[in-house]
């Protein structure tokens, strides 16, 4: 079973400047919930009830966000605002750990902070970035993926070939419609070095034998500790497995794909849609 899930949260969120100087980006709201709360909703659903959040500076409100609101409780109570008060306390059951990233030098070295968390198990990893919709069962496929071959699972996308510099890409055995065997990943690889147009998506199902080599693995690029190195080492001594999602992602790590996943996530529900529908169709109208 994956019991565990990291939430890597120690960046500096330069992208969303001025809004993060001393809000970290991982508490943004999209509609009326923090961009985190989404990776913790889909972890959950998919049984998953331990949490270890790597922070940093300036991120305490992240922890008070999963933490007891007792006067902010009350006061809904008083008012007999029972939709709130299940809102506010349905992660209740879950359990939160805390781990501080004294400098935020790449995704690889955010996963061994969480070593001792782990404890031999394998684990999942959901960058916060990005946001998949909830409809979409992404994490509960790798899980299976997972559970068949009893080995890493790396989520993947297909991208325009143009973009390839952005992300991490693959090289790999198509086994089926939505499933490869991992032979190489590149970090970032120019148009014309890029093996393919597979590229890795945040979301990640590691076993723990990913700590040793990340312990032995010197900085890359920009000096930092890249995961996609570490997987690339693995996936010289184990099978790993890429499973290509087709369903709805937003990157909400840019600055445009969070106003995609905001416009998109708002646009179903119920209390928001025709409204919002009506104001989009006026506004483009304007402009």
């Known amino acids: 079973m994956i019991r565990k899930a990291i939430l890597p ?37 998919c049984g998953i009830s331990e949490f270890i959040i790597i922070t940093g500076k300036n991120k305490r409100a992240i922890e008070d966000h999963f933490d007891s609101a007792f006067e902010l409780e009350e006061n809904l109570r008083q008012k007999g605002d029972n939709r709130l008060i299940d809102e506010i306390t349905k992660h209740r059951s879950l359990r939160f750990a805390y781990i501080r990233q004294g400098r935020p030098i790449g995704l690889g070295n955010a996963i061994l902070c969480a070593q001792p968390f782990a404890n031999k198990e394998s684990f999942a990893v959901l960058l916060g970035d990005d946001i998949i919709d909830p409809d979409d069962k992404l994490l509960s496929d790798m ?4 559970d068949k071959y009893n080995a890493p699972v790396i989520a993947l996308k297909e991208i325009p ?32 070095e890029t093996p393919s147009n597979l590229a890795i998506l945040g979301r990640y199902i590691l076993t723990p034998d990913i700590f040793e080599i990340l312990k032995e693995m010197p900085p890359g690029r920009n000096g930092e500790y890249q995961l996609t190195d570490a997987l690339n080492v693995l996936a010289k001594r184990r099978d790993v497995y890429g499973f290509l999602f087709k369903g709805r992602h937003y990157d909400a790590g ?13 646009l179903k529900r119920p209390e928001f849609s025709e409204q ?3 104001y989009i169709t006026n506004l483009s109208q304007t402009f």
């Open 9 to 45: 949260a120690a960046g500096l969120g330069t992208r969303f400047l001025p809004a993060t100087k001393a809000s970290p980006k991982e508490m943004l709201p999209i509609v009326d919930k923090p961009m985190i709360q989404y990776s913790v909703e889909e972890a959950d659903s």
């Open 143 to 146: 899980i299976k993926i997972y």
């Open 161 to 192: 070939s143009k973009d390839v510099s952005r992300y991490g890409v693959i090289d790999g055995v198509k086994i089926d419609e939505h499933l490869y065997r991992i032979k190489n990943l590149v970090e970032k690889p120019s148009v014309a």
């Open 254 to 266: 840019d600055k445009f794909g969070f106003l995609q996943a905001t416009i998109s996530l708002a």
């Open 276 to 278: 919002l529908k009506a």
